[in-house]
T-cell receptor
Framework: AQKITQTQPGMFVQEKEAVTLDCTYDTSDPSYGLFWYKQPSSGEMIFLIYQGSYDQQNATEGRYSLNFQKARKSANLVISASQLGDSAMYFCAMIGDYKLSFGAGTTVTVRA | AAGVIQSPRHLIKEKRETATLKCYPIPRHDTVYWYQQGPGQDPQFLISFYEKMQSDKGSIPDRFSAQQFSDYHSELNMSSLELGDSALYFC??????????????FGNGTRLTVT
């Protein structure tokens, strides 16, 4: 069974600063994928970034980077240069056995 | 770029009624997933299909059923609706043969309200 843990229910960040969202996971599968999704108040689920369990390098997508520490089973998301439009719920998710499991989510509020 | 299309966007039903939600995956995506997200909760996996066959089943009530058709679109059928079925229902699709290496792309969801 897979388990995703996001321990930060909510965070505030100042505009233009960086913010790190924590995610730890547990799985017995040797092959898995880790994702981060953004869900604005409008409700849609937006894919941000992906990290494969065998990837040697940390994934980056524009202002998003994933700090993947396999031994610690953590996959933290770093958002650099925060913008007001980054205010949303952020979900960490893991795929295994053709099923995506989500963490509880972290609400990020960017302040001007 | 084409995205996952879900219809309807909003649906209001009364208790004990039935509802059908539709999902049109991104072209060439052959795997479809259904998720249910209650207010303030993370999405919960309901069911998935790969090449028109059910591939996995999650916390889907027996009152719900789903299928994937020859054109790869999928429908989630919900009967004997209960107040607790009020939620945002997402459909997602992914590329062929991607057990763990390709992102799921989500539709905008169908917001079901049961009164």
């Amino acid at each position: 069974a897979q388990k995703i843990t996001q321990t930060q229910p909510g965070m505030f960040v100042q505009e233009k600063e960086a913010v790190t969202l924590d995610c730890t996971y547990d799985t017995s599968d040797p092959s898995y994928g880790l994702f981060w999704y953004k869900q604005p108040s409008s409700g849609e689920m937006i894919f941000l970034i992906y990290q494969g369990s065998y990837d040697q390098q940390n994934a980056t997508e524009g202002r998003y980077s994933l700090n993947f520490q396999k031994a610690r089973k953590s996959a933290n998301l770093v958002i650099s240069a925060s913008q007001l439009g980054d205010s949303a719920m952020y979900f960490c998710a893991m795929i295994g056995d053709y099923k995506l499991s989500f963490g509880a989510g972290t609400t990020v509020t960017v302040r001007a | 770029a084409a995205g996952v299309i879900q219809s309807p966007r909003h649906l209001i039903k009364e208790k004990r009624e039935t509802a059908t939600l539709k999902c049109y995956p991104i072209p060439r995506h052959d795997t479809v997933y259904w998720y249910q997200q209650g207010p303030g909760q993370d999405p919960q996996f309901l069911i998935s299909f790969y090449e028109k066959m059910q591939s996995d089943k999650g916390s889907i009530p027996d009152r719900f059923s789903a299928q994937q058709f020859s054109d790869y679109h999928s429908e989630l059928n919900m009967s004997s609706l209960e107040l607790g079925d009020s939620a945002l229902y997402f459909c997602a699709s992914s590329l062929p043969g991607t057990g763990g290496s390709s992102p799921l792309h989500f539709g905008n969801g169908t917001r079901l309200t049961v009164t």
